[in-house]
């Protein structure tokens, strides 16, 4: 009787153990479910990183917070490819360079908004968002004479009451899936090999007016992607018109319904 005793009261002690590990096991599984996951992902606010496109449509974007050194060079040469660009441009900015936000308009080029003040947008009230947005579009379209309805987060930051704030603005807020890094002066056939790699149907390319080697970079860049057939638009013509919705990658996809 004593035997069997022991033998149950050590089966007790190794069974704790086990069944802990088995929980853990358990609640891991449920939390990375993939059914899970993909709940938790698509209640995110997500801005457009790409689009689904059928054809071979690709944007090529451009921020502008600092510096100004090139912004007509990059006009030049997207104006000798019949090119039109998107820019992304901060108030601040604006308020340095108004000429150089009407040579961008009387080129055909998109402009969108990229905040006034260049904040981290996370970090602010609705209310601050709000001005943030407001002001700097206010400051393009006295300028242009333009409806401002894409957005850009400064430094690419953001949460869900950023994302919803500007699309209840009537704003589309854009990211993008393709970047050229430019700002780290990386040389242009670096920046050359990094789009040209990366770069498919739907893309939104990344670039600032002020990178180093933007305008060394930006003609080959353009040539690869015309001698593969794609089209260069502008953001606003890239976007899908009608009833969509934003994948878990941020991908831009036509809601074809249930």
Not at 204 to 227: D, M, Q, R, W
């Amino acid at each position: 009787m004593n035997k069997i005793k022991s033998v149950l009261t050590s089966h007790r002690r190794l069974l704790g153990p086990i069944a802990l590990v088995l929980a853990v096991a358990a609640i891991f599984w449920v939390v990375n479910s993939p059914a899970i996951v993909g709940v938790s992902a698509s209640a995110k606010e997500l801005p457009i990183y790409s689009v689904q496109r059928d054809n071979k449509a690709v944007s090529l974007t451009f921020d502008a917070a600092w510096g100004n050194e090139d912004t007509q060079k990059l006009i030049d040469i997207l104006n000798s490819y019949g090119v039109k660009a998107t820019f992304f441009l901060v108030g601040q900015w604006v308020d340095k360079y108004p000429e150089s936000v009407k040579a961008l308009a009387a080129a055909g080029m998109e402009i969108g908004n990229h905040s006034d003040t260049h904040p981290h947008m996370a970090k602010l009230s609705e209310k601050q968002i709000i001005d943030e947005v407001s002001l700097c579009s206010g400051k393009i379209e006295a300028i242009t004479g333009g409806e401002v309805k894409l957005f850009r987060c400064p430094y690419g930051e953001y949460d869900d009451e950023v994302i919803t704030t500007i699309r209840n603005m009537g704003v589309q807020p854009i990211q993008w899936d393709v970047d050229s890094m430019d700002w780290k002066d990386l040389q242009a056939d670096e920046i050359y090999k990094r789009i040209t790699s990366k770069v498919s149907p739907g893309s939104i390319v990344l670039f600032h007016n002020a990178g180093k080697h933007t305008p060394e970079a930006l003609p080959g860049i353009i040539e690869y992607l015309l001698s593969e057939g794609y089209s260069i638009v502008p953001v606003s013509e890239l976007l899908l018109s009608g009833e969509y919705d934003v994948d878990n990658t941020g991908r831009m996809v036509a809601n074809v319904g249930t």
